[in-house]
């Protein structure tokens, strides 16, 4: 894909899942990457193949986006190293599924602030860049979770409609800068996702599950053409539509269903 070719790209949550299945495509596009998340090792283990089997540079700079400090200082490191970030891919996020009044407090603000705080910042701290060169990009992944209230997901399918919501308005707010802004909204998909949150993947992906790198092909696919809400399959873009009609308690009835305990 041409719009990755010679681009460097910011990837969080680079260490396992679709974040993985993003670098791999953007490297194969001829992108440079920076990779972020808290495992060096499997960073460490993923540049290293990113290497040797494409012709790119690869920087790993570990973060913990659960830290309030924690974007700022990755984007410290980033120009301490003289990076210049065409493309900022704001992957890294985890869910919980149970009662909310089982949730650890502690939990919810570490889901809020990697799900909805880090990824504002970094766009704040990257974008003025991209508008003053007049190109560059922000792919922020949301989820079908985000496209009504789920019981049982209730700050999970809260941050994600935030992400759906702000990627939307920043679209628009930029469209005539060169600037592409797209949110990328997958179903179930294939990946370490279920067992961070706890959730059992039999029930949440009664309707099959999606590999990484199918569902990273449409978010890819999505921000080049600066489509502003991308669906990772052509189902989801019914579900969405049909949010829209249909009463909220009805729409819900089903999310509440499926992640009930
Ligand atoms: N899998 C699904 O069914 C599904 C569906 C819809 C949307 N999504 C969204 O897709 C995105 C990627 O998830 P995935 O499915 O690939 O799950 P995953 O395999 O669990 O990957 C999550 C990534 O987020 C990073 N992350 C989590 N907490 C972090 C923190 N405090 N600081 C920095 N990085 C952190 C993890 O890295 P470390 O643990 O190494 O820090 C990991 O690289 C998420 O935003 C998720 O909400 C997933």
Known sequence: MQYYHNKTILVTGASSGIGI???????????DLVITARRKDRLDALAKELRSQYDCEVSVIPADLSDPDGPASLIREV??????IDVLVNNAGFGYNGAFIDGDFEMYQHMMQVNVHS??????LLVPGMVGRGQGGVLNVASM?????????SVYSATKQFVINFSWSLWKELEDTGVHISSLCPGPVNTQFFDVAGADIRKAAFRGLQSPEAVALKGLTGLAENIPMKFSRSLLRISYLLSKWVPVRVGMLIGGMVMRK
């Open 79 to 84: 120009e301490k190293k003289n990076h210049h």
């Open 21 to 31: 299945a993003f670098c791999r495509q953007v490297a194969s596009y001829g992108a």
């Open 145 to 153: 979770a985000g496209f009504l209230p789920v019981p049982y997901f």
């Open 119 to 124: 990824l504002i910042l970094l766009t704040r």
